[in-house]
């Protein structure tokens, strides 16, 4: 099962768990209801900000919500930083020059240096092989997690 029908899955079963509609989900989240409709027929790959905003509503880790864990771990999670201000923080954290995390997310160099100066945000399969890549989980590369 690939990355988008697990998320549609997870997703579904959670919106059944708390019993709300797509409708429903749309409107607290503040996302179009269309959206919510095809990521759960895997037409849709969600945006970062629209994964971190259904994470913080199911009060769950986006790596759960995206199938790369089994298990729910839910917590308190932090504010996610701006993806430029947590490159830094990964920078420090994994004691790396700035060329390991381009390559990791198989990106060119001038992609990378966009997202670094806050020109453009990584997409989530970028997010998924920074994380994959540095055996951590996508949580932490957001800067949602501390481990």
Sequence with gaps: ???LS???ETLDSLMFEQEIT????ANKIGLDSSTISRALHSQFTPSVGTLIKLADYFNCTTDFLLGREHENYSSKFQKCPLFSEQLVRLKKYFECP????????HISASRFYEWKN???EPTLDNIIALADGFDVSVDFILGRSAS
Excluded: C, P
């Excluded at 797509?22 to 989900?25: A, G, I, R």
């Design 98 to 105: 700035w060329w390991q995390f381009y390559k990791t997310a």
């Design 118 to 120: 806050g020109k453009r």
């Design 22 to 25: 797509v409708t429903q989900l």
């Design 6 to 8: 697990k998320f549609a």
């Design 1 to 3: 099962m690939d990355n």
